[in-house]
């Protein structure tokens, strides 16, 4: 059952039976290396792309930041936790969220979302044995998405288990002004952490501060 908890972004729908983090969520301590750093780096008017969004932790905490002048566009394929994710930003009466309901990836088309008993874990990449089942959603690249294409963005945020080299590769035009990356790596469902930092410094990033599988990655000034 969804509960609708308070934390630091506002009013957000939980399942408490699936969260062993709800008091680091609800104190804001969850992730907090990357909260902190959104914290001093987005700024009012500017633009958040949260891929892989779930039910909203980064969603509703950035709009807050961004304001009425600036945006915050998010991406989540799995129909219940957009559900709960589009009830948030709307209990939150929150104007400058643009949600999609796709798997971005590096090209468009209809591709298993393989579920997990987590509703964090559900996965383009990786086969979870504790449900067994699937479902077909859309994929779309990040460079086809209009309103990213309207909206350049400041900071994006991946963590969508195992399919952020795919989420780069159809993003090399948005890339090119370099919007520092929040990036979440997944060892256990494919990734190949060398090959993500070769492409991420052949597309012209220059700085990685790793924090076990959380990554900030940034481009320094010429």
Known sequence: MYLITEYPGGKIYLDPEQETQLKNRQAGHYEKDWLAYLDTHLKPGDVFVDCGANVGYYTLYT????GKTGKVIAFEPEPNNFTYLGKAVTLNGLQNVILHQYALWNERDKLPLHLSINNGQHSLMFPHHDIGKEITVFTNR?????????YPPSIIKIDTEGAEQAIIMGARNTLKTFPTLLLETHVRMGTDLQLLRDTLFTIGYDRIQENGKRWIVERGDD
């Open 63 to 66: 709009a807050r930041i961004v």
């Open 142 to 150: 990040l460079d086809d998405i209009s309103s990213v294409i309207t």
